[in-house]
């Protein structure tokens, strides 16, 4: 990928699609407008509250990112999106139970006007829901061109300059690629003959990269992650990207994983249990879609220990995931780990993890990030897969002979150090050298 030679400035509006309008795409919604108003920070989100550092630490040169590219104000964010139920925002967002009614309070009225769109939705992808707010058509082909129309009719309503979509909706069941995702062509033809192998989530995709809009998928479907479709969306310049928002548990794989690794303490088993009660709760308590979320989360630890570099320490670690739905919790979702670690001589030690989490607190801002970050990747002629961006993923899209980097610490520095580079900037390696001549 070359160095974009000219980043576009955010003029107008941007919107801000999300399939799916249930808990965190609510509370994304909610939480925006609640900063607008000036009554809540933005916390968790890097794009408004982080800094970065350029030149040498000498220089004291620390902006926060917003002020260093340019990324869209939040004032010119224009939300949308589909749900199979139609409850508007205000409504999905009460029942979901995130947010305290003297918060919603505040935005009743913003929210109430945002109301879904149809979905593109067949329940043999999603065993648990049953909503009948859904659009009919002869084949996929068909119902992937009304999202089309969706799209353009919500532009032009909404007088938008530009729009990003990131998927919110529910997981659906475990998919392998097949043949047909080889090729546009193959896929196209698969959609008019309606094969099982063409997911609702892939008409969505198809259907933004058709129209020249980011994708981002915060499940961990397929979806985007098909040579079709990553094809299609370098041929149309639309940068995409994937999967699974990396929130609760995994995040803090993710930061514990790669310090056991540096620090060479070895692993004999990890293991990951969860209860939450929301209605993603209850989605993956159908084995179709646990076992795709399931795959999601074994992926990130083998990749980070490397067992085939290192064997003596992490050959065979025994590495389980559970997800049980318990409604009492809805949102509040708890993550217990029990890690079972090795230090010098062998010696066995124990960690124990007790998250006691929000889900859509913690997703919200990452969806934020996501749609302001795909907005700016295109505005500076960045295609295809933003693997940048995998910071925000549990099971990170990446080019195809690659292996994908899960280290949330490697994955940070890849996000700044892309915004350096975007920008001209001089990249951060931590060599340090020239302070001791
Ligand atoms: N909250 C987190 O921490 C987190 C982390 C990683 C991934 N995710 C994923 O994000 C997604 C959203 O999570 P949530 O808690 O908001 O779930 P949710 O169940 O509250 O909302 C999902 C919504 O999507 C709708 N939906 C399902 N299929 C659809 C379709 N084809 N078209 C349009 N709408 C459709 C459902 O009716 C539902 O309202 C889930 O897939 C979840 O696994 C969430």
């Known amino acids: 990928m070359r160095r974009p030679a000219s ?29 607008r108003q000036g009554a809540s920070l933005p916390v968790g989100s890097l794009t408004q509250m982080g800094t970065i550092r ?15 590219v340019p990324l869209a104000d939040l004032k010119d964010l224009v939300f949308g999106g589909w749900d199979v139920y139609p409850d508007d925002a205000y409504q999905a967002a009460s029942k979901a139970g995130v947010l305290d009614s003297k918060d919603l309070s505040k935005v009743q009225k913003f929210l109430k006007n945002i109301r879904p769109m149809k979905a593109a939705f067949d ?58 995702h080889k090729d546009l062509q193959s896929f196209e033809k698969a959609m008019k003959s309606n094969d ?64 056991f690794k540096a620090r060479m303490l070895g692993l004999a088993g990890w293991y990951s249990t969860n209860i939450l009660g929301n ?36 050959n065979n670690f025994y590495h389980k995931v559970r997800i049980n739905y318990y409604p009492p919790r809805g949102d509040n979702k708890e993550g217990w780990d ?14 124990k993890v007790d998250f006691l989490c929000r889900d859509s607190i913690l997703a919200a801002p990452i969806v934020l990030d996501l749609a302001l970050f795909m907005d700016l990747a295109q505005r500076a002629g960045m295609r295809g897969i933003q693997e940048w961006l995998s910071f925000y993923f549990k099971s990170p899209m990446c080019a195809r002979e690659l292996y994908p980097e899960h280290d949330l610490f490697i994955q940070s520095m890849k996000l700044k150090n892309t915004l350096r580079w975007m920008m001209g900037e001089e990249l951060i390696t931590h060599l340090g050298a020239e302070y001791y001549d």
């Open 7 to 35: 980043i576009a400035p955010p003029r107008g509006k941007l919107g801000v699609l999300t399939p799916g309008m249930g808990a965190v795409s609510t509370t994304l919604m909610a939480g925006v407008e609640l900063v």
């Open 54 to 68: 350029l030149g040498k630490r000498t220089e004291a040169r620390v902006p926060k990112i917003k002020d260093f």
């Open 123 to 180: 329940q043999s992808y999603v065993k648990n829901l049953h909503g009948k707010h859904v659009k009919k058509g002869k084949t996929k082909f068909d119902l992937a061109e009304q999202l089309r129309e969706d799209i353009r009719e919500f532009k032009k309503k909404n007088k938008l300059n530009r729009l990003v979509m990131v998927w919110c909706a529910s997981t659906e069941v475990f998919m392998k690629p097949e043949a047909v």
């Open 196 to 259: 099982p192998a063409i997911a609702p989530s892939m008409l969505y995709a198809y259907a933004a990269i058709a129209e020249g809009v980011p994708f981002a998928n915060g499940a961990p479907n397929l979806t985007v992650d098909i040579p079709a479709l990553e094809d299609f969306a370098k041929s149309k310049y639309v940068p995409v990207g994937g999967k699974d928002f990396k929130t609760g548990q995994t995040l803090m794989k993710t930061v514990l994983a790669p310090a």
């Open 279 to 314: 209605r993603d709760g209850e989605v993956l308590d159908d084995p179709g879609s646990f076992k795709t979320k399931e795959e999601s989360k074994l992926g990130a630890l083998e990749y980070i220990l490397q067992p085939k570099i290192y064997p003596q320490l992490y």
């Open 338 to 351: 029990n890690i079972d670690i090795s230090g010098w001589l062998g010696y066995p030690m124990q960690i």
